[in-house]
């Protein structure tokens, strides 16, 4: 069975960094490209990062400079470091599988950048 | 980056109706097309990719059609599991980019 796990969200004040981590399981994790997405709370969806199985890597305008996306094969991982937090990167975030059709989404992990 | 514009941004439908949506880019963007279905607290789930190829396990009820700008998903006979919030997303270039959604409530 395909799992997608976040975690590591949570509250942070402005400014500050997170790093969350996306455990999956029930795939060749390195033979896929995989994705973050967000949610604002009661909002639409938007994509945050990119990153092949390889070494291409793409930012929303929104987020880079900020975010970095990797990958640890070995560990069956995929991480997005979060620096500089601002109110309005406050979401749901969730990881998906896919370079095209997006297949298989974790259950998200809430980030919320309040003082 | 490439605007999808998904109309009505909601509409009312009992059970058993036939539904229909509609995705517009502001470019062609080929068949680069896929459907997500999401109900409140839970993630996103693919339909359609390919503007019209069903994901697998997906109902034969939901179906895409469309290439270029303007595209198309259809809910023959609308089950009550299919209230929800619907997405298209274009995977055609960098930023991938998502419509703002057409929920699909109960009349």
């Known amino acids: 069975e395909v799992q997608l796990v976040e975690s590591g969200g949570g509250l942070v004040q402005p400014g500050g960094s997170l790093r969350l981590s996306c455990a999956v399981s029930?795939?060749?994790?390195?033979?896929?490209?995989m994705n973050w997405v967000r949610q604002a709370p009661g909002k639409g969806l938007e994509w945050v990062s990119y990153i092949s199985s390889g070494t291409i890597i793409y930012y929303a305008d929104s987020v880079k400079g900020r975010f970095t996306i990797s990958r640890d094969n070995a560990k069956n991982s995929l991480y997005l470091q979060m620096n500089s937090l601002r109110a309005e990167d406050t979401a749901i975030y969730y990881c998906?599988?896919?370079?095209?059709?997006?297949?298989?989404w974790g259950q998200g992990t809430l980030v919320t950048v309040s003082s | 980056a490439i605007r999808m514009t998904q109309s009505p941004s909601s509409l009312s439908a009992s059970t058993g109706d036939r539904v229909t949506m509609t995705c517009r880019a502001s470019?062609?963007?080929?068949?680069?097309l896929a459907w997500y279905q999401q109900k409140p607290g839970k993630a996103p789930k693919l339909l359609i990719y390919a503007a019209s190829t069903l994901q697998s396990g997906v109902p034969s009820r939901f179906s895409g059609s469309g290439s270029g700008t303007d595209f198309t998903l259809t809910i023959t006979c609308l089950q009550s599991e299919d209230f929800a919030t619907y997405y298209c997303q274009q995977y055609y270039s960098y930023p991938r980019t998502f419509g703002q959604g057409t929920k699909v409530e109960i009349k």
């Open positions: 470019q062609g963007i080929s068949s680069y």
């Open positions: 029930g795939f060749t994790f390195s033979g896929h490209d």
């Open positions: 998906a599988r896919g370079g095209s059709g997006w297949d298989y």
